[in-house]
């Protein structure tokens, strides 16, 4: 059983169009995570949310909306993609939120994003 | 100046080699310290954790911090062709992880 779940594993769409990517978590993590790793690897926040609760929104444009509708779920939304959004976005869930770098994430497998 | 630093490499190595990856931060108010390790097209998955300064070990990983100098080192001993992944520090002052770009190794066989 996969602890943090994402769909889809890929997606291409064009430039313009309006996608969401889904996040599941069974692991009872109060906590969850959207973090978004580009061409070279490189891993950054883009939001968190805690019990349903938004608690860190990074400077990402307005277009990205992330939706938790349990504390089990977190969904990423894109209006109007654009191909600068290409790359492989991750979600990743912790236990709680305060001191949250002290229990380490646990990842999920990526949706890597081709915009065209 | 970036708040995480770490050498993207490529590293190679030849099996059975002792691999050093290290980090530099500029933050004092970090104190969680961990390194993931992330294979091709998968997510990454927390290798080692250390709070605050000193060694940790974990069979053939080795963990260090060093805060006064604010550098964090990852030894792998005996390396292996399985080892062979991207190794990424983290590290956190209490709210979300700051990952460096991570370090790709390779060690052949």
């Known amino acids: 059983d996969t602890a943090v779940s994402q769909t889809p594993k890929y997606l291409v769409t064009q430039m313009g169009n309006d996608k969401s990517i889904k996040c599941e978590q069974n692991l009872g993590h109060d906590t969850m995570y959207w973090y978004k790793q580009d061409s070279k690897k490189f891993l950054k926040i883009m939001f968190s949310?805690?019990?349903?609760?938004?608690?860190i929104n990074e400077t990402v444009p307005n277009r990205f909306s992330p939706k938790s509708p349990d504390k089990a779920h977190l969904n990423l939304h894109i209006n109007s993609l654009e191909l600068g959004d290409s790359a492989v976005y991750f979600c990743?869930?912790?236990?709680?939120?305060?001191?949250?770098?002290?229990?380490?994430?646990?990842f999920g497998s990526g949706t890597r994003l081709t915009v065209v | 100046q970036k708040e995480v630093e770490q050498d993207p490499g490529p590293l190679s190595v030849p099996e059975g080699a002792i691999v050093s990856l290290n980090c530099t931060y500029s933050n004092s108010a970090f104190q969680y310290f961990m390194w993931y390790r992330q294979y091709s097209r998968k997510g990454p998955e927390l290798l080692m954790y250390?709070?605050?300064?000193g060694n940790k070990e974990d069979g053939r990983f080795t963990a260090q911090v060093d805060k006064s100098s604010k550098y964090i080192s990852l030894f792998i001993r005996d390396s292996q062709p399985s080892d062979s992944a991207t190794y990424l520090c983290a590290m956190s002052a209490g709210t979300a992880l700051i990952f460096g770009k991570g370090t790709t190794l390779s060690v052949s066989s």
């Open positions: 949310y805690n019990n349903k609760e938004l608690i």
């Open positions: 990743a869930s912790s236990p709680k939120p305060l001191r949250a770098g002290a229990y380490g994430y646990t």
């Open positions: 250390t709070y605050s300064s």
